[in-house]
């Protein structure tokens, strides 16, 4: 099984865009499918990493109407790694602006990685908007999660690690983050992009569970590593601008939504314990463990999961009962 046999097949935009919306930012955004079909919004992970064509083939262009964007600094949006007038509020402002713009009442929220996290608050803040939610590669920014990822990884991905650590010297490697948060706020290219590459590569080489050198490579281009580098380790520093704990305590607010949760087994970057502890919050909710996936949402079970959740709530409105196809 293939990325390709289990996709949707390719489509193009039926429109794009972009939104201002501060004197600062403005947004890059597309929509695809079928007018008229069930709205659904794509909310990409990082933060910083951006959306692509890939991004629209989890969805059956027949049946739905999707809008998708790259957030505040992220992909086509302006500027580039921009982390001021950048936090979880103002974002899920956005995605109200772009709700408005697309002019639906509600839609399925559909997010990996940070967004799933990005999607959790959202939802909670406007349960009222939404259909459902579909989210893979759990992500709920407690301080274990982030401490496993500055540090934990080294004991599945030890040489990616050592590269990542080694761009600092040893004396501040005992708090990366602030290390590399120092680096990634200069103003000096010579400082910033080369932190911004090394961060962007330690991701992009732990992500699947079969390690793809073409994928860190590809993390590792100055167009995705300073969104990547500057805006995960901004979000990371404020703890992406959430209490502690806060999105379990807020499953009450949505616990009456359908949601799917996908995740890899041997997930490295979001450990799959968070999916099970978001599962357990949600009395309802569909969990699919991949069990031979990493966190990748091009890995081809996690792929293949994500679209019978789209197909499914489709078809039923819902995540129960056997799968759609």
Do not use: K
């Amino acid at each position: 099984m293939t990325l390709d046999d289990v996709l949707h097949p390719p489509t193009d935009p039926l429109a794009c865009g972009t939104l201002p919306v501060s004197p600062l930012h403005t947004l890059y955004w597309e929509t695809c499918g079928t007018p008229g079909g069930i709205p659904a919004v794509f909310v990409h992970g990082g933060p910083g990493a951006g959306i692509s064509p890939t991004s629209r083939r989890y969805f059956d262009p027949a049946r739905y109407h999707v809008m998708l964007f790259d957030q505040r600094g992220a992909g086509r949006s302006t500027p580039l790694g921009e982390t001021r007038e950048n936090t979880t509020d103002l974002l899920i402002a956005d995605m109200e602006r772009l709700r408005q713009q697309m002019g639906v009442e509600r839609w399925l929220v559909f997010g990996g990685s940070w967004g799933s996290t990005l999607s959790l608050a959202y939802a909670q803040a406007h349960p009222e908007r939404c259909l459902g939610l579909v989210l893979r590669g759990i992500w709920l920014v407690s301080e274990e999660e982030i401490d496993w990822w500055l540090y934990g990884v080294r004991n599945f991905f030890p040489r990616e690690w050592e590269a990542f650590a080694g761009q600092v010297p040893p004396e501040e490697r005992s708090d990366l983050l602030a290390a590399y948060q120092r680096r990634l706020t200069s103003d000096d290219p010579a400082v910033y992009a080369p932190a911004a590459r090394a961060w962007s590569r330690y991701e992009g080489s732990c992500l699947h569970l079969r390690p793809s050198a073409t994928t860190a490579d590809a993390f590792t281009a100055d167009a995705v590593a300073l969104g990547i580098g500057r805006l995960e380790a901004h979000y990371f520093q404020h703890r992406a601008f959430l209490r502690p704990g806060q999105l379990l305590d807020g499953m009450a607010r949505i616990r009456h939504l359908p949601g799917f949760i996908v995740h890899g087994r041997y997930d490295v970057i979001c450990p799959v314990r968070y999916a099970h502890a978001l599962a357990d919050a949600w009395p309802g909710s569909q969990l699919r463990v991949i069990e031979d996936a990493g966190h990748s949402s091009y890995e081809p079970g996690i792929a293949a999961a994500l679209v019978d959740a789209t197909d499914r709530f489709a078809r039923d409105g819902h995540f129960e009962g056997p799968p759609a196809r």
